[in-house]
């Protein structure tokens, strides 16, 4: 790599992160990808590994497998904990790394409105680790409920409370719903799964808020068909451990998902400039941060207006979209060309999933709901996926799942924190000689002293 070449970091390979990446394999470039985990995700099934229909590996690529033909690209597993915008450095602990181009494409997390204390009992589903401590909620609810005789345990137990009528809200009830109904029955003795009571709250007046009024309808119909209680116009304020208190009622409840909404992570903090209400970097038309030509923001990162006044949607394709543009323009920058005029996203449609043969698709005027809309919504999403082998993977899954009511990837592993204790318990008589070996091998293959991991 030339020493002389304009140096472009991106931090996170999300959707937005890798399409940067990607795009600038032939631009006179040198791309550095930072990252605090080793694997890109396809966030939009996360709730299928958290329901035990796909397993983690089955939506998860290695960044540097993604990356790897390309010469120009250095991948950095390393935790961003700061940006120096004046000597442009991004600080991830120990290392430093200097950037002509710093693209932030750091993604959002969960918002619990003004509630952290909440994160502990109502998990959101953001992150595999996210999916996979859901999956197991959801499968010890079962399990103990099978060991109990208190028939008010059990049913509080039996009891799921998802929190938000968005897309992953309904996907979610949807799915636990037919856990409960169909892939467990015939294996309890002592408990009935059909009697699982799976309890949707929406604080507005309709699921699928984004969505035209006839599929949220349906959507209801659909989910209700199911099992599923909707309650709509019904706003949390306050959830524990033994359940949710709303404005008028309280409702006990085994395990709670939360899926009401999102707050972007800090990258505004980190380089000092103005976001909106929801922590998003409020972008020029080019998606530069004002003042700062060097830094773009993408995805759920940026508050990027559309021509009509409205912020892009925090979804896959707006991010790509918004990764091929800045791409464009970094390359037309470094190459004296004249960069594109200003972005314009261009929404190409909403699906959700509600279940088996159910689901809802909005393409421009065209509305497909039901078995249709569950094709088009299966089609497209393993469309996107990466890899030949992810993709039949889950097209077969999914087939697999449809002929036989099952889900596969039932299994129920230790939670962290249980697994870090074990590990360190096993490790400690050890501890002095693999300290001794890391130090050989830093002192062998450490460049410049930094410690990469």
């Not at 120009?72 to 390393?78: E, F, G, H, K, R």
């Not at 530069?288 to 006044?309: K, L, M, Q």
């Not at 809309?373 to 497209?380: D, R, V, Y």
């Not at 318990?425 to 293959?445: F, G, M």
Request: net charge negative; with cysteine.
């Amino acid at each position: 790599m030339a020493a002389n070449m304009p140096r472009v970091v991106i931090i996170g390979a999300g959707f937005g992160g890798i399409t940067v990446a990607q795009s600038l394999a032939d631009a006179p470039v040198d791309v550095t990808v930072v990252d605090r985990h080793n694997f890109h995700y396809f966030q939009p099934l996360l709730y299928q590994v958290a329901t035990a229909a796909l397993s983690p590996a089955d939506i998860a690529w290695p960044i540097r497998g993604i990356l790897r033909r390309q010469t120009n690209t250095t991948v950095l597993m390393a935790d961003v904990t700061g940006v120096d915008t004046d000597a442009r450095l991004v600080h991830a602990g120990s290392v430093t790394i200097p950037y002509d181009y710093l693209v932030l494409a750091t993604g959002a997390t969960h918002s619990y409105f003004g509630h952290p204390e909440w994160a502990s009992v109502a998990p959101g589903l953001k992150q595999i680790e996210d999916a996979t401590a859901i999956r197991r909620r959801i499968l010890m609810a079962f399990e103990k409920a099978e060991l109990i005789e208190d028939a008010a345990d059990q049913h509080r137990l039996l009891t799921f409370v998802v929190v938000g009528g968005g897309p992953t809200g309904v996907e979610m009830a949807g799915a636990i719903a037919e856990v409960a109904h169909h892939a467990l029955p015939a294996e309890f003795r002592r408990i009935d799964p059909h009697a699982a009571r799976v309890i949707l709250i929406e604080a507005g007046p309709r699921l699928l808020p984004a969505f035209p009024a006839d599929l949220s309808d349906y959507a209801r119909q659909a989910l209700e068909r199911m099992g599923v209680e909707v309650q709509t116009s019904a706003r949390v304020i306050k959830c524990d451990e033994q359940g949710v208190d709303l404005e008028d009622t309280r409702i006990e409840a085994g395990t709670i998902v939360w899926a009401a909404g999102v707050v972007a992570s800090p990258a505004a903090e980190w380089i000092g400039v103005e976001s909106d209400r929801a922590g998003r970097v409020k972008v020029g038309p080019d998606l530069t941060v004002p003042s700062r030509p060097e830094i773009f923001a993408i995805g759920d990162t940026a508050a990027v207006i559309d021509a009509d006044g409205k912020i892009a949607p925090g979804i896959a394709p707006a991010a790509k979209q918004m990764g091929r543009y800045v791409a464009e323009v970094i390359a037309a920058r470094t190459s004296d060309r004249t960069p594109p005029g200003a972005f314009r996203y261009r929404h190409q449609g909403d699906l959700a999933t509600i279940g088996r043969k159910a689901a809802v698709v909005r393409l421009d005027h065209v509305h497909l709901k039901g078995f249709p809309g569950w094709l088009f919504w299966g089609f497209a999403h393993i469309y996107f996926l990466i890899g030949l082998r992810n993709r039949a993977v889950v097209a077969f899954s999914w087939f697999w799942n449809y002929l036989t009511y099952q889900r596969g990837a039932r299994l129920i592993v230790d939670s962290p924190e249980a697994q870090e204790a074990a590990q360190a318990e096993k490790v400690r008589p050890q501890a002095s000689s693999i300290e001794v070996s890391r130090e050989s091998r830093r002192d062998q293959a450490t460049p410049s002293g930094a410690d990469w991991r």
